[in-house]
């Protein structure tokens, strides 16, 4: 037996050893009981493994339009032939919920073609969303009524207080800031610019994996923080404005127990507040609450062991899901939650949680359920 063999076994030992003392220490959370909870396989969220190895990616999303109001989408899986179509003509039929928590009810469904790209569904201010089509953008009321469509193709990013968004960005196409009230537009980026995410004042700007602020009345700063590749139309940045102070990003790109990769909280100035190792920052997915002051962190992982699983459970494993609550500004974790989501996890960890208008209430998907948790 070879010495890097040896080596090689021992980290991986470690590693999944380093797995399972972080799941155990989730309990807590997992004892939790969410104050609402609906089964969402009834209304078409597939829950069992893939049949194919193409039907590998699920779009659906959830988010809140006000403190009682959660909005489901379920997008189903896309396959690798729809992946591979131009990005106008990616989009499909989904199933919208719009669930009442305080009745806790089910009080609103609809069908609308919803684009196949990451979060396709953005909440912006006083109940209302931006949908993304493929085609073109709307913006929609909590009753489900949408506007006329504005005819700009690629996903939409929004500020943090929903006031703004960005839209287009796909190849050979530039972006064009919008007012999320009145959808007038307000500034016009080219399509060799770097790709622009928006603050309700300033901008981040990625060029390949770097990331610059853009704050007006200050000098543009690169910031020690970075895009795992660059980011393509159908993927969103990890990196985002928390508050217009505060920038949500990755450190690092190795993956692993022993990797030295982190989310960081920075100010525009460069200052780090916070720093949160991950395991794996391919799979991990941000949310920022709109309070400004908490953000969530949905992480994913696959350990060097997961051969070993393999043996016993057909299909492609995710060892683990693990989901943080986090203050910027104490440093404290105030919620967290994990679970092992097996094969038919597959395609459906990139469901980003959402977080209330207040920031004290969390919604999720955990195997195929909503769940919606309280957070001091």
């Known amino acids: 037996m070879s010495r890097i063999f040896i080596v090689a076994a021992a980290r991986s030992f470690i590693a999944s050893l380093l ?90 469904q609809e069908q609308k073609r919803v684009a196949t790209f990451n979060e396709p569904i953005q909440a912006t201010q006083d109940g209302h969303f931006l949908l ?98 660059a980011v393509s139309a159908r993927g969103r940045p990890t990196a985002r404005f928390l508050n217009g102070g505060t920038i949500l990003g990755l450190g690092g790109h190795t993956s692993g127990a022993l990797a030295r990769s982190k989310v960081k909280a920075v100010t525009v100035d460069g200052k780090e507040l916070l720093s949160i190792r991950v395991y794996n920052p391919g799979l991990v997915g941000l949310a920022a609450s709109p309070s400004g002051s908490r953000f969530c962190m949905l992480e994913a992982g696959d350990s060097t062991l997961n051969f070993l699983g393999r043996l016993f459970e057909s299909g492609r494993l995710q060892n683990f899901v693990k989901i943080q609550v986090f203050d910027v500004n104490s440093g404290r974790r105030l919620f967290e939650i994990g679970w092992h989501p097996g094969p038919a996890g597959l395609g459906s960890l ?25 957070i001091p």
């Open 19 to 108: 797995i399972v003392c972080s799941l155990s220490l989730t309990g807590a959370a997992q004892d939790q009981k969410p104050i609402f909870a609906q089964d969402l396989e009834p209304f078409g969220f597939q829950t069992k493994p893939p049949s194919t190895v193409s039907e590998s990616y699920d779009h659906s999303s959830v988010t809140f339009l006000s403190e009682d109001l959660v909005l489901v989408a379920i997008n189903k899986r896309e396959t690798y032939e729809e992946m591979s179509a131009p990005l106008e003509t990616s989009s499909r039929l989904a199933t919208l919920l719009l669930f009442r928590l305080d009745e806790n009810k089910l009080i609103g």
């Open 132 to 229: 993304s089509d493929g085609t073109g953008v709307q913006l929609c009321s909590a009753e489900l009524l949408c506007s006329a469509r504005l005819p700009l193709a690629g996903p939409a990013f929004v500020s943090p207080k929903g006031t703004r968004a960005i839209i287009g960005g796909t190849k050979g196409q530039g972006q064009e800031l919008i007012d999320t009230t009145t959808l007038d537009v307000l500034k016009v980026f080219a399509p060799n610019d770097p790709l622009m995410v928006p603050g309700d004042e300033g901008f981040l700007a990625l060029k390949g994996t770097k990331i610059s602020v853009m704050v007006p009345g200050q000098k543009d700063r690169e910031l020690q923080i970075e895009e795992l590749v």
């Open 350 to 374: 990139d469901i980003v949680p959402a977080f209330s208008p207040s920031g004290h209430r969390l919604a999720l998907i955990r195997k195929g359920v909503l769940q919606v948790h309280e």
